[in-house]
């Protein structure tokens, strides 16, 4: 059993939708994305929660012999907490990590399908269909995302250092070559 929720808009960061990828070694590849939402959002923030809460009551009668474990993990995180010291665009956000195995589809504001992979990048704005589930794997037990489609709505400033046309020209405005190694 999942729980879906369709997000509000929210900051796709950490973007890796098109080819599958292993997060660590020895892990399978996944398609995945975190998404940021904002904290003034309370209608995503809402349904997340909501989705949270009935999958823990799900995993108990299903997965965890009746009772919801002391150290359960759940997916919604704050990012001023956790984030905001190493990467601002987590300042005044909660986050979610959602993966898949299979390819989500994504589709542009138009509801067409995204194909070209620069169109979809870490740091434009999206809607997102994800699934929250229950699990018990090896001792661990939580609540996590499975990413189904992403919708982007807008463009932003790419995460990640990015380089995109406007910045790479914008590198090299500069007509001095004393920078040249030689």
Known sequence: MSTKVITGTVRLSYLNVFKPKAISEGQDPKFSVCLLIPKDD???LKKIRDAIEKEKKAGAA???????????KTPLRDGDVERADEHPEYAGMYFINANATKKPVLLDEYKEE??????????????????FYSFDVNGNRGIAVGLNALQKKRDDEPLGGT?????AAADFDDEDDDDMLG
């Open 163 to 167: 380089v995109t046309i406007e910045s």
């Open 114 to 131: 995204i194909l070209d992979q620069t169109e979809l990048y870490s740091g434009c704005w999206g809607r997102a269909n994800v699934s």
């Open 42 to 44: 309370k209608a995503t």
């Open 62 to 72: 299903e997965k965890w012999k009746g009772k919801v474990p002391a150290n359960l």
